[in-house]
């Protein structure tokens, strides 16, 4: 049972901790438990795997039984973590939520995480690079269709970036999307993408998004194959879609070459592209309700975190400082 594996789902498999193991089969399987039935988000379930395995390491190593951890414990271990706030503050929810498993499994008796306070992290502003809209303009224009395969994986690039500027959604749920989640309703063709938590939400498709799409699908000649990937890896060499999806990575590698050659920041990653189209959408009237519903966010402090109208009102009034 120590050596068993189950895959986390987007990066690394998840094995179960010889601190763990020690407690017999039950309290194996309930770990194993935590991430295959509780978590159903695949990047999640990385994350917090990486968290949690590297905690009961810090534990392992201090000699620790997984019963014997106290709130000092994890305290200490969160206090001499080298990450940013944010990813300390990730472990401990890693953490804590994996105790109250534990607990709620009768493996543990208390969740010694519940008393720990992690650091204090205010965010009113995200650090995600965005394009002005003038430079997204340009980005989407330097991807020129060629020849061959390296046409049609142009056509393929040129729409999943103007998928994520038009409609603000997040890479994992451009590249989940079938064929079929690019479909008409009415005059208008609408896009329904596959949000955390299993949920579905639909957008129209901006104009230039449209004809993007129709350009890569009629290339690709997919459009008949509703219940296959939208966006599919494209070998180099091969001149045809595969059946496979487009995996997020190859997207990011993707987007920082295409940025290069358009001459931009290599600093650019998918995210961008949801704070990009934020804020053209707020620069031209439009507004922080509506920016919210869009990009399908819980709360419009979230959408404003990608909001960098101000940037520009800032760095104006500054130039005003004429010496």
């Excluded at 309290?27 to 949690?52: M, P, Q």
């Excluded at 392992?60 to 001499?80: G, N």
């Excluded at 650091?119 to 020129?144: E, F, N, Q, W, Y």
Aim: with cysteine.
């Amino acid at each position: 049972m120590p050596n068993e594996i189950v895959r986390s789902g987007a990066d690394r498999p998840v094995t179960v901790p010889a601190i763990v193991a020690d407690l017999g089969n039950g309290a194996a399987r309930r770990f194993l438990e935590f991430f295959t039935a509780n978590i159903r988000n695949k990047n999640t379930r990385s994350a917090y795997a990486h968290a949690v395995a590297r905690f009961l390491t810090w534990c392992d190593d201090r000699k620790l039984s997984l019963r014997a951890i106290e709130p000092l414990h994890v305290a200490a271990y969160i206090e001499s973590h080298p990450g940013s706030d944010p990813t300390k503050k990730q472990h401990l929810a890693a953490i804590r939520m994996l105790f109250d498993w534990l607990v709620t499994g009768q493996v543990v008796p208390t969740n010694p995480a519940s008393s720990v306070r992690g650091p204090k992290h205010v965010v009113r502003k995200g650090k995600t690079p965005v394009l002005a809209a003038d430079d997204a303009r340009t980005l989407l224009d330097s991807i020129v269709p060629a020849e061959a395969t390296a046409s049609l994986i142009a056509l393929r690039d040129r729409a999943l970036i103007a998928v994520m500027v038009y409609s603000f959604a997040r890479v994992s749920a451009v590249v989940g999307m079938a064929v079929e989640d690019y479909y008409q309703n009415g005059k208008r063709c609408w896009l329904r993408l596959h949000e955390k938590g299993g949920k579905f939400h639909e957008v129209p498709a901006h104009h230039n998004a449209e004809a993007y799409l129709d350009a890569y699908l009629h290339a690709a000649g997919i459009a008949e194959q509703r219940k296959t990937p939208l966006f599919r890896s494209i070998p180099r060499r091969g001149g045809e879609a595969t059946e496979l999806p487009l995996d997020r990575r190859n997207a990011w590698d993707m987007v920082k070459r295409r940025a290069k050659a358009a001459g931009l920041s290599d600093r650019l990653c998918n995210h961008s592209f949801r704070a990009t189209g934020i804020t053209a959408y707020l620069e031209n009237g439009g507004t922080l309700e509506h920016a919210q519903q869009i990009a399908a966010h819980e709360s419009p402090k979230t959408t404003k975190l990608y909001d960098r109208t101000a940037d520009q009102i800032t760095l104006d009034e500054i130039e005003r400082i004429v010496i």
